[in-house]
């Protein structure tokens, strides 16, 4: 039951995107992709954020994320079980 995060299709959403982008994806990406507010985009990337799997860079105002190196397995994993 600790795994229960995992299982939101938003946050799902997030990492396949992020799975399939080259490098750091801007967050108004993300949020267009979605089609979520700000805020709720935020929210689940904090989440994502607090549990090691997405790492966030400044650039500018921008905001870029991506999966953290030693974490794409497991994205990928949680991807083909949970989200499919």
């Keep these: 039951m600790k795994n229960l995060w995992?299982?939101?299709?938003?946050?799902?959403?997030?990492?396949?995107?992020?799975?399939?982008?080259?490098?750091?994806?801007?967050g108004c990406d993300l949020r267009d992709c979605l089609k979520v507010?700000?805020?709720?985009?935020?929210y689940h990337l904090g989440v994502?954020?607090?549990k090691g799997i997405v790492e966030e860079t400044k650039?500018?105002?921008?905001?870029?994320?991506?999966?953290?190196?030693?974490k794409v397995p497991l994205a990928r994993k949680v991807v083909s079980v949970v989200g499919e």
Excluded: H, M, Q, V
């Design 6 to 26: 995992l299982f939101d299709e938003k946050r799902i959403a997030i990492l396949k995107k992020l799975l399939r982008c080259k490098g750091a994806a801007p």
């Design 59 to 70: 650039r500018g105002r921008d905001k870029f994320y991506r999966i953290r190196r030693g």
């Design 37 to 42: 507010k700000k805020t709720l985009l935020s």
């Design 48 to 50: 994502l954020r607090n």
